[in-house]
């Protein structure tokens, strides 16, 4: 029973050296095999396969790294053997691309929260806001606040007569106060003399 | 136009994907281009206590092909290697891969010899060292002893006339350096 179990040891490992054999084994994993190219040079039966195995064997006995291993044969069949390309510039894009591509949708659904943030805080105002332009409507003498009370008109008998409905009607009238707010607040931003006259007579 | 940005990039993908397609995997580009042919020492297939050497032909353009008595597609191509050798325009040198002698010697005798001489890799060493990973590839060296093609598969009658002919052709203007 022993005899036929080291018997079959040897047949898998032909020089009997197990440290030796797992080196090669190691290290063919991660060449590809020419012939069947979805495997490995350890997994392949193609018979270049068993050769080259063969090769890495000798090589490693006479002493050889794994990395002047791995030059023999990419010197030979080029990196196309190398199933862990080197880092080179032909290879950047296969090494960072995947990251970049994170990086850019990541940015990419930074920018869509960010503007969907900014759409959902346009939809409400505060109620200071709110009294705020309900003033500027009612009280204030600028022909562009005009054109506003003009539009709110055609909010209302849009919604009147049954242009729009109500849920458009009241995210159209908070649309609207916002950009009245917004003009009006830029405007007030640089202190002009033409601002301070109007106050005064205001 | 809200759709026109994924649609461009779904369609340049698509085109990338499609290029890829059509590309054949089993092509590996060789990196011994334009390198030195690998140095060997061999018995020759007709007399095996001759050994030839690719030194003896510094100064010529030939060709190296690789073949083997069991390979199917080099019966395919033998033809084309018979009309190439009677026709004299470039030398054409085999390396027999792996094979048996008697065998080859056998196919040689029955398709015709258009081979000026052959060589007998039999356990493949030499071919690791030029890269063949399949039988028949044939390689192109100039007369600096610099391989300047390959073919991967059986010559065909287009590979010869639009790519290795012309090459020959352009090799032997060139002073041997």
């Known amino acids: 029973m022993r005899s036929l179990l080291l018997f079959l040891v040897l047949l898998s490992n032909p020089s009997g050296d197990s ?60 990196d196309f053997v190398l199933y862990r390309p080197r880092v080179s510039p032909r290879t950047y894009a296969l090494w960072f691309g995947p990251f970049a591509m994170l990086a850019a949708g990541l940015f990419a659904l930074y920018l ?48 009147r007569i049954g242009v729009i409905v109500q849920e458009e009607y009241e995210r159209d009238r908070v649309d609207l106060k916002r950009r009245l707010l917004e003009e009006e607040i830029s405007k007030q931003a640089p202190k002009t003399p033409e601002r301070l006259l109007n106050n005064s007579r205001g | 136009m809200k759709f026109a940005v994924p649609l461009v990039l779904f369609a340049a993908l698509a085109g990338l994907l499609a290029a ?67 026709a004299e325009v470039v030398p054409i040198y085999g390396l027999n891969y792996k094979d048996n002698r008697a065998d080859a010697l056998e196919w040689l005798s029955q398709m015709g010899n258009p081979y000026v001489l052959n060589v007998q890799d039999i356990n493949g060493r030499v071919g690791i060292d030029y890269g063949v990973y399949g039988v028949p590839e044939t390689y192109l060296i100039d007369k600096a002893g610099v391989i300047r093609y390959k073919q991967i598969g059986p010559l065909t009658l287009e590979s010869l006339e639009k790519t290795i002919l012309p090459i020959v052709g352009n090799l032997n203007d060139e002073l041997a350096k």
């Open chain 1, 19 to 78: 440290d030796l054999e797992h080196r090669v084994m190691t290290l063919s994993q991660q060449f590809r095999c020419l012939v069947c190219q979805n495997e490995t040079i350890a997994d392949s039966h193609a018979d270049l396969a068993a050769d080259l195995r063969q090769q890495i064997r000798e090589q490693m006995i006479a002493g050889r790294t794994d990395a002047e291993i791995t030059t023999f044969l990419s010197d030979r069949y080029g």
């Open chain 1, 112 to 159: 869509f929260l960010k503007s969907r943030l900014w759409t959902l805080n346009r939809r409400t105002l505060s109620a200071d806001e709110n009294r705020k332009a309900d003033a500027i409507l009612q009280f204030s003498s600028n022909p562009n606040v005009a054109v506003y009370r003009d539009q709110f008109a055609e909010i209302e008998s849009d919604f």
């Open chain 2, 20 to 86: 890829g397609l059509r590309r054949d995997p089993h092509l590996v580009p060789s990196p011994l281009i334009d390198k030195p042919a690998p140095a060997f020492h061999l018995a020759r297939l007709d007399e095996p206590s001759r050994a030839f050497s690719p030194q003896e032909l510094l100064g010529k353009v030939w060709l190296l092909n690789t073949w083997a008595s069991w390979c199917v597609s080099c019966r395919q191509e033998h033809p084309l290697l018979m009309a190439l050798s009677k």
